[in-house]
T-cell receptor, first 115, second 111 residues
């Protein structure tokens, strides 16, 4: 499709397990962002890539969170040793260029539930 | 984390009524965006504003970028049932490109 694609749509994991969330940005989009959205809240920034370079990871809550975009297209957000407070919707967004005025287009997210 | 102050938190209106919601911040932003989110979906961009004082329309939606660059509002005219959803304002930091979101305004439209 033409939009941002995220998989899986739903993920249930037991506390302590590792999870990996995938994002396929819009083709040709240089910038890629990850956000975390808790229930009833607006999305909160986690990290930002320009091509394969991770330029800002100031929003990652702890060193259990790790993101990569090795070839400058698909990105993976990995959470190690998951905890219950990690339960949230994880949204990926992409924008066309490196100009920060380019609008960000969002995927439908991965809903993560930690039991 | 930091969020914008968005109000009202929720609105229950009759079909055909006009709606207004706004967003304020203690920080200056160079770009304001308005998104709509429906259950189980990601936010969808409605309007982007790039200049202080800018007034932009998209169909029945009109948004303005405040002169002080610390606020923005969104108006929806002649609401219809498919306007139901959660509306988010977002300010864009040029440094790093991250969006700062408001808490959202949940809109319900009674036919």
């Amino acid at each position: 499709g033409a939009g941002v694609s995220q998989s899986p749509r739903y993920k249930v994991a037991k506390r302590g397990q590792d999870v990996a969330l995938r994002c396929d940005p819009i083709s040709g989009h240089v910038s890629l962002f990850w956000y975390q959205q808790a229930l009833g809240q607006g999305p909160e920034f986690l990290t930002y890539f320009q091509n394969e370079a991770q330029l800002d990871k100031s929003g990652l809550p702890s060193d259990r969170f790790f993101a990569e975009r090795p070839e400058g297209s698909v990105s993976t957000l990995k959470i190690q040793r998951t905890q219950q407070e990690d339960s949230a919707v994880y949204l990926c967004a992409s924008s066309l260029g490196s100009n920060f005025n380019q609008p960000q287009h969002f995927g439908d997210g991965t809903r993560l539930s930690i039991l | 984390g930091q969020q914008l102050n968005q109000s009202p938190q929720s609105m229950f209106i009759q079909e055909g009524e006009d709606v207004s919601m706004n967003c304020t911040s203690s920080s200056i932003f160079n770009t304001w965006l308005w998104y709509k989110q429906e259950p189980g979906e990601g936010p969808v961009l409605l309007i982007a504003l790039y200049k202080a004082g800018e007034l932009t329309s998209n169909g029945r939606l009109t948004a303005q970028f405040g002169i002080t660059r610390k606020d923005s509002f969104l108006n929806i005219s002649a609401s219809i049932p498919s306007d139901v959803g959660i509306y988010f304002c977002a300010g864009l930091y040029n440094q790093g490109g991250k969006l700062i979101f408001g808490q959202g305004t949940e809109l319900s439209v009674k036919p």
